[in-house]
């Protein structure tokens, strides 16, 4: 089994900055692929953004490129996803999820095997 933990979520406003963590239990050498995803109060959940192997970035939700950059750090197993230029709208429990076997589609997010607890991310104007 393996554990994701998130951190780095909170409270702030419109034009902040924020940078979420996940830390996976495994190594993320040989991960095949690796995501932040949202849901906020009352719908569906929604991917944010998603690396591939090979830091090959996969993949950014419309609204949130040129906001936010997604990156991982192999050497310490953990993910990231660098918030800019919040708006309210972005207001959500942020999740990591990942996928260490081959193949599947991770973008849509029922191909990944793990996923963490979440982080809360409030932005107020």
């Known amino acids: 089994q393996v554990e994701l933990v998130e951190s780095g979520g909170g409270s702030v406003h419109t034009g902040d900055s924020l940078r979420l963590s996940c830390v996976a239990s495994r190594s993320t050498y040989n991960s095949y692929c690796m995501g932040w995803f949202r849901q906020a109060p009352g719908k569906e959940r929604e991917v944010v953004a998603v690396i591939h192997a090979g830091a090959m970035v996969d993949y950014y939700h419309d609204s949130v490129k040129g906001r936010f950059t997604i990156s991982e750090d192999k050497a310490k197993n953990t993910l990231y996803l660098q918030m800019n230029s919040l708006v309210v709208e972005d207001t959500a429990m942020y999740y990591c999820?990942?996928?260490?076997?081959?193949?599947?589609?991770?973008?849509?997010?029922?191909?990944?095997?793990?996923w963490g607890n979440g982080t809360l991310v409030t932005i107020s104007s």
């Open positions: 999820a990942a996928r260490w076997a081959y193949g599947g589609a991770c973008i849509g997010g029922d191909a990944m095997d793990y």
